[in-house]
């Protein structure tokens, strides 16, 4: 990766394209619509064959682009690798099942939560301090959340609402166990997130002897359209995904693409509705609207603080790389 002062050359001189952040508000509304493809795809004994199969998908397309970086990974990080690609194994399967028991729209508003637990336990680890008004943000989401997670009265959240939370939580715990690896930093990027990819497919062939039929009876028995599901999952959701993070973070700023891939909640809730037939009163639609404002709010409230060591940490740091179906 780049110098600081070699990267912020050429952004200074060259004005910039209004079409320069399509690829990335692409990622946002691809990954917005995963939510409602794999709920299409897959039910509650399909889950891990789905995950099994796509990520086998991913895999050699990926390594074949991977394969120079694998090639100098040491020991210790393929070891690290493969710790987040348990905890990132975890995180699919919690939001492929909180998918399947809750709607598109919840679970793409639930999990953009990520966006407030990973400061608050950042500050937790750190022990350092965090803005009021990221609080007050923190708040907000909070409390949009109560509002759309109930039905026809207020009630407790549903297995699904609860399944999506875990994975937001899982998310915090992936990326601050990312940030605080010694061994990864400096990683090659490819090969980073093929061993994370990697170790995440063998948590779901251990997980399908009881996780439903075997991967295979349930390829036999997929049509053209859940193929097609599958293909647009593997090919734009995970690989196109992350070759535009990729991209993106040498080409411009970690907060610009942070702002950008964040609008991945109101994406969800737009197919959610448009598309899946998810219908939220009027209490649940206040809900996700303070979901949405909280998170928003959160982001600009930490922002600030994170730009000045932004240049220093993106130097060290290996891009950010896709956890959401």
């Given at each position: 990766?780049?110098?600081?002062?070699?990267?912020?050359?050429?952004r200074?001189?060259?004005?910039?394209?209004?079409?320069?952040?399509?690829p990335?508000?692409?990622?946002?509304?691809v990954?917005?619509?995963s939510?409602?493809?794999?709920?299409?795809?897959?039910?509650?004994?399909?889950?891990?064959?789905?995950?099994?199969?796509?990520?086998?998908?991913?895999?050699p397309?990926?390594g074949?682009?991977?394969?120079?970086?694998?090639?100098?990974?040491?020991?210790?990080?393929?070891?690290?690798g493969?710790?987040?690609?348990g905890?990132l194994?975890g995180?699919?399967?919690?939001e492929s099942?909180?998918?399947?028991?809750?709607s598109?729209t919840?679970a793409?508003?639930?999990?953009?939560?990520?966006?407030?637990?990973?400061?608050?336990a950042?500050?937790?680890?750190?022990?350092?301090?965090?803005?009021?008004a990221?609080v007050g943000?923190?708040?907000?989401?909070?409390?949009?959340?109560?509002?759309?997670?109930?039905?026809?009265?207020?009630?407790?959240?549903?297995?699904?609402?609860?399944?999506?939370?875990g994975?937001?939580?899982?998310r915090?715990?992936?990326?601050?166990?990312?940030?605080?690896?010694r061994?990864l930093?400096?990683?090659?990027?490819l090969?980073l997130t093929?061993?994370?990819?990697?170790?995440?497919?063998?948590?779901?062939?251990?997980?399908?002897?009881?996780?439903g039929?075997?991967?295979?009876?349930?390829?036999?028995?997929?049509?053209?359209?859940?193929?097609?599901?599958?293909?647009?999952?593997?090919?734009?959701?995970?690989?196109?995904?992350?070759?535009?993070?990729?991209w993106?973070?040498?080409?411009?700023?970690?907060?610009r693409?942070?702002?950008?891939?964040?609008?991945?909640?109101?994406?969800?809730?737009?197919?959610?509705?448009?598309?899946?037939?998810?219908?939220?009163?009027?209490?649940?639609?206040c809900?996700?609207?303070?979901?949405?404002?909280g998170?928003?709010?959160?982001?600009?409230?930490?922002?600030p603080?994170?730009?000045?060591?932004?240049?220093?940490?993106e130097?060290?740091l290996?891009?950010?790389?896709p956890?959401?179906?």
């Amino acid at each position: 990766m780049r110098s600081p002062s070699q990267a912020a050359a050429p952004r200074a001189a060259a004005p910039r394209s209004p079409f320069a952040d399509l690829p990335l508000l692409a990622v946002a509304v691809v990954w917005g619509s995963s939510f409602l493809a794999v709920k299409h795809l897959a039910s509650a004994t399909t889950v891990v064959p789905m995950l099994v199969l796509r990520f086998g998908v991913v895999l050699p397309l990926l390594g074949g682009f991977a394969w120079r970086g694998l090639r100098g990974l040491g020991a210790a990080q393929w070891r690290g690798g493969a710790v987040l690609g348990g905890i990132l194994g975890g995180i699919f399967l919690l939001e492929s099942y909180g998918v399947v028991h809750t709607s598109a729209t919840n679970a793409g508003l639930i999990i953009s939560l990520t966006m407030i637990l990973t400061p608050l336990a950042e500050s937790v680890v750190t022990r350092t301090a965090i803005p009021r008004a990221f609080v007050g943000a923190a708040a907000l989401s909070l409390l949009g959340v109560g509002l759309l997670t109930e039905g026809s009265g207020l009630r407790a959240p549903s297995l699904g609402d609860l399944l999506v939370l875990g994975a937001a939580v899982l998310r915090t715990v992936h990326v601050l166990a990312m940030s605080r690896s010694r061994a990864l930093r400096g990683v090659d990027s490819l090969a980073l997130t093929w061993v994370q990819l990697a170790a995440a497919t063998m948590v779901f062939v251990l997980a399908s002897p009881f996780g439903g039929p075997a991967p295979w009876r349930v390829a036999a028995g997929w049509g053209p359209g859940q193929w097609t599901l599958l293909l647009y999952l593997a090919l734009f959701c995970t690989l196109f995904a992350f070759f535009v993070q990729m991209w993106a973070v040498r080409a411009t700023s970690p907060s610009r693409v942070s702002l950008l891939l964040g609008t991945e909640p109101l994406w969800a809730a737009v197919f959610g509705m448009a598309l899946g037939g998810d219908r939220l009163s009027v209490l649940a639609l206040c809900g996700g609207v303070l979901v949405l404002l909280g998170t928003e709010a959160g982001r600009r409230a930490v922002l600030p603080s994170q730009a000045a060591a932004a240049p220093a940490a993106e130097a060290d740091l290996p891009e950010p790389e896709p956890a959401s179906l």
